[in-house]
């Protein structure tokens, strides 16, 4: 089209300034994207840290701070689950396995998570992925811990070293259990869960170190030997939480709500998958910020993109004004700035485009290795594409501007030789 050519070779004469306005509006672009592979990747991420789960099970509570405490280990259990019922809950027909937990205690800032070895052969995470170990194995001896890849980044911990655990949370804990120290045999691969940020024991190495504790505080002028320790049956007698997976998911909501309806104790099943977008829901607010300041700053790229139009009137005027003398009306000089808008707007989304496919190339690895967030590279979605559509309109609009201002001169201001 002889409009869009024109458009082309005046921009190719103010190349300079036309190559600063694209960039500016690719790296506008590449934000405004990248945030929304980041949204995307975050939520994808926070559904998959658990999977697999068919139940949670919890002393009775709302079904976000079960969810906190038993899977992001935040927060602390209104109360416990007997070792009674948690037996007659997991012997039942239509359970197919259990993970028992048991929270409560720490290692400086990291919390301390009991549970049994079913733990390494069931738990999930992301897309039905099982626990890996980089180096070591699940734990045996009573006093074994494996510890998450972040607490022994954090620390500096390495195989056969050994822990003291304390009773408590915090850096310190409020008393330790320094006569009874546990040794790391394992260390778990990157899930980029609170997996990784857990000290993993037995739930008979919970019993160990609280044997000659009573009511959470240590008994005085009790205090057994290790040895002592070992020859005693020790077997909890209250959990945290437990995870639940059925034979079949279409006993779900049966179970759910006979566990529910548990008549010896109050207790609360929950789904995990329901409860993570309840409290995805809630983070609501931060997700439309981050949205929101990505769109703020392509709008100054296209601001910029409308200045530097403006500012190049003044050069053109003489241009515009011969477009006119050879019959170039109102729409065509009208079609031609804002065909230089568009032309600008799209290469900039392209360039943006290809700039996020870059950056994902070489910091994808990066951020699964450190933060634990996979960002897929799959072709822009369908509200990705709308959004590239709506900058391309935005800078058409904002063309609109300086080309109803290049309408307004007059022939004979254009042609004006200014000294």
Not at 14 to 40: H, Y
Not at 205 to 221: K, S
Not at 226 to 245: C, D, M, N, Q, S
Not at 329 to 339: C, F
Request: aromatic share 8%.
């Amino acid at each position: 089209m002889p409009v869009l050519s024109l458009a082309l070779r005046s921009l190719l004469n103010r190349r300079v300034t036309a190559l600063l306005t694209v960039l500016a509006i690719s790296i506008s672009v590449w934000l405004l994207l990248g945030v929304e592979k980041v949204r995307t990747g975050a939520k994808s991420s926070f559904a998959n840290t658990i999977s697999g789960t068919d139940l949670i099970v919890g002393a009775r509570t709302s079904s976000t701070q079960l969810l906190l405490y038993s899977v992001f280990h935040i927060g602390n259990a209104t109360n416990n689950i007997s070792w009674h019922a948690y037996r007659t809950i997991a012997s039942g027909p239509d359970v197919a396995w259990t993970i028992p937990l048991s929270l409560g205690d720490s290692h400086r800032g990291f919390r301390v998570l009991g549970t049994n070895g079913d733990y390494f052969r069931y738990f999930r995470f992301g897309a039905d992925r099982s626990l890996e170990f980089e180096t070591g194995r699940p734990f045996s001896d009573l006093f074994d811990t494996v510890i998450g890849t972040d607490v022994a980044e954090s620390l500096g911990y390495g195989i056969g070293e050994k822990i003291v655990i304390a009773h408590g949370l915090g850096k310190e804990g409020f008393q330790t259990h320094e006569d009874r120290p546990f040794r790391i045999v394992g260390i778990l691969a990157k899930t980029g869960t609170p997996v990784d940020r857990t000290v993993h024991v037995s739930l008979e190495g919970i019993e160990a170190i609280h044997v000659d504790w009573r009511g959470g505080a240590r008994v005085p002028g009790l205090a057994p030997s290790v040895e002592e320790i070992r020859k005693k049956r020790l077997r909890p007698k209250a959990i945290t939480a437990f995870l639940v997976g059925l034979k079949s998911r279409f006993a779900i909501f049966d179970m759910q709500r006979s566990i529910n309806d548990y008549r010896r104790e109050p207790l609360s099943a929950i789904a995990p998958g329901i409860a993570l977008q309840e409290l995805w829901d809630l983070m609501g607010p931060a997700e439309t910020s981050l949205s929101v300041v990505a769109g703020f700053v392509v709008l100054s790229g296209l601001l910029a993109m409308m200045l530097m139009l403006l500012a190049s009137l003044g050069e053109r005027r003489r241009e515009l004004a011969i477009l006119r003398s050879v019959g170039a009306g109102p729409v065509h000089i009208l079609a031609l700035v804002v065909s230089e808008a568009v032309i600008l707007t799209t290469i900039g989304v392209a360039a943006g485009i290809a700039l996020l496919y870059g950056s994902l190339a070489v910091a994808q690895p990066i951020i699964e290795a450190e933060f634990g967030l996979f960002l897929e590279i799959t072709a822009l979605s369908t509200r990705e594409w709308q959004l590239m559509a709506v900058v391309i309109g935005a800078g058409a609009l904002a063309g609109a501007v300086p080309a109803i201002q290049a309408c307004r001169q007059s022939l004979a201001e254009g042609m004006v030789v200014r000294l």
